[in-house]
Nanobody, 129 residues
Framework: QSQLVQSGGGLVQPGGSLRLSCAASGFTLDYYAIGWFRQAPGKEREGVSCESSSGGSTHYIGSVKGRFTISRDNAKNTVYLQMNSLDAGDTAVYYC??????????????????????WGQGTQVTVSE
């Protein structure tokens, strides 16, 4: 059974850091584009950061550039999102997802939901005093 299992997240003060993990099982991440998405209450889901299937290029939405870093460890079959300098605007449920052979990170962040092979279960990130 193919699945993505997320870990990390939680409550953090403004200015703090968190690292989200997304472990794949039942398939390998080779040749898959990876992405992190978030959905805040009352808002639509947005692609936060994505990496191409080749791993050679990344995309970040403007509000997280310079603060978030997407990465993958193929040996561990795991994807990460390092989040630094968090603020209240980052509060949301975060999801990871993968799509086969998408070599544009921008496209990976904006594909129709049905294109993604698998989604993680979601993890809450709350930034508050």
């Amino acid at each position: 059974q193919s699945q993505l299992v997320q870990s990390g997240g939680g409550l953090v003060q403004p200015g703090g850091s968190l690292r989200l993990s997304c472990a794949a099982s039942g398939f390998t991440l080779d040749y898959y584009a990876i992405g992190w998405f978030r959905q805040a209450p009352g808002k639509e889901r947005e692609g936060v950061s994505c990496e191409s299937s080749s791993g050679g290029s990344t995309h970040y939405i403007g509000s997280v550039k310079g603060r978030f870093t997407i990465s993958r460890d193929n040996a561990k079959n795991t994807v990460y999102l390092q989040m630094n300098s968090l603020d209240a605007g980052d509060t949301a449920v975060y999801y990871c997802a993968v799509a086969f052979g998408v070599n544009s990170p921008q496209a990976m962040c904006t594909l129709p939901s049905t294109i993604y092979r698998t989604w993680g279960q979601g993890t809450q990130v709350t930034v508050s005093e």
